[in-house]
């Protein structure tokens, strides 16, 4: 079982940065795929990006690419979500999340099952 915490939520301005980060704690880390999803006030949570065990693939939905990038430490434990560009509809709780299975790739949002407590993003325009 992977354990964790999310840090790094704000409120920005619209065009502006944020780094979230993701602290995980559990011996399974290293061999699971990792992402990032996000719900916003009265929506279904959504998927926003993956990385494999590896950190060698990535996959980022359709209207965070170019904007966002995820990347993860296997050595402490931690995977980050970079975001610029932020745009209002951006605006949501975002929660980190670990697969379900060992060595997956992270392309299978439906499999990713440990979740964290998520963390506020506001982006005002």
């Known amino acids: 079982q992977v354990q964790l915490v999310e840090s790094g939520g704000g409120l920005v301005q619209a065009g502006g940065s944020l780094r979230l980060s993701c602290a995980a704690s559990?011996?399974?880390?290293?061999?699971?795929?990792m992402g990032w999803f996000r719900q916003a006030p009265g929506k279904e949570r959504e998927f926003v990006a993956a990385i494999s065990w590896s950190g060698g693939t990535t996959y980022y939905t359709d209207s965070v690419k170019g904007r966002f990038t995820i990347s993860r430490d296997n050595a402490k434990n931690t995977i980050t979500l970079q975001m610029n560009s932020l745009k209002p509809e951006d605006t949501a709780v975002y929660y980190c999340?670990?697969?379900?299975?060992?060595?997956?790739?992270?392309?299978?949002?439906?499999?990713?099952?440990?979740w964290g407590q998520g963390t506020q993003v506001t982006v005002s325009s």
């Open positions: 999340a670990a697969d379900r299975i060992d060595y997956g790739s992270g392309a299978d949002p439906s499999l990713f099952g440990s």
């Open positions: 559990g011996r399974t880390f290293i061999s699971r795929a």
